[in-house]
């Protein structure tokens, strides 16, 4: 018996099991190593797993970037084959941004499929941003009415993104 999804803080245990996650959701474990950086140089603000029957079945990770001040990245977003197809990562992303409007985080970043789009993200808000993953699948969010549009130059990620490529 499954019981039900829990989306929360992720914890100290929960570390392998968001690495097998991101390893069996991506080609290479490019993105576990990010999320590894990310939480070993202080880069990240929130780290929320979807957990069910104590294991870690999705992840997302809300990283501080350099520029625009006061604004996230969002990345890597991983949920399990075998829990896909459920709204599970529109859950943690859900989760996340409500965190980080709560906060008073002025946006949030996504470098992605066109699916961020009905969760509120504009490829139009971040063509205003000079950043290396400028073109449309670069999206933006405002957590706070006008602060990206007020804020177009640059948009920079943590420095752990450089290793991507």
Excluded at 13 to 36: K, M
Excluded at 135 to 145: D, I, R, S, T, V
């Amino acid at each position: 018996m499954m019981h039900r999804l829990e989306i929360r803080d992720e914890a100290p245990a929960d570390v392998p099991g968001i690495r097998i996650v991101h390893a069996a959701a991506f080609p290479t474990h490019a993105e576990a190593d990010l999320v590894d950086q990310l939480r070993r140089d202080g880069s990240a603000v929130y780290s929320l797993v979807a957990g069910s029957d104590e294991r870690v079945v999705g992840h997302v990770m809300f990283s501080r970037m350099e520029l625009p001040e006061g604004s996230l990245g969002m990345a890597p977003v991983a949920v399990l084959e075998s829990h896909r197809r459920r709204g599970l990562a529109a859950r943690l992303i859900r989760e996340g941004l409500a965190k980080a409007k709560a906060d008073g985080w002025k946006g949030v970043f996504v470098l992605g499929d066109p699916y961020y789009e009905r969760l509120g993200f504009d490829p139009s808000l971040a063509a205003g941003f000079a950043s290396p993953y400028a073109g449309p699948h670069f999206m933006a969010l405002e957590l706070q009415a006008g602060a990206l549009t007020a804020a177009a130059g640059v948009a920079r990620y943590a420095k752990a993104f450089a290793a991507l490529g």
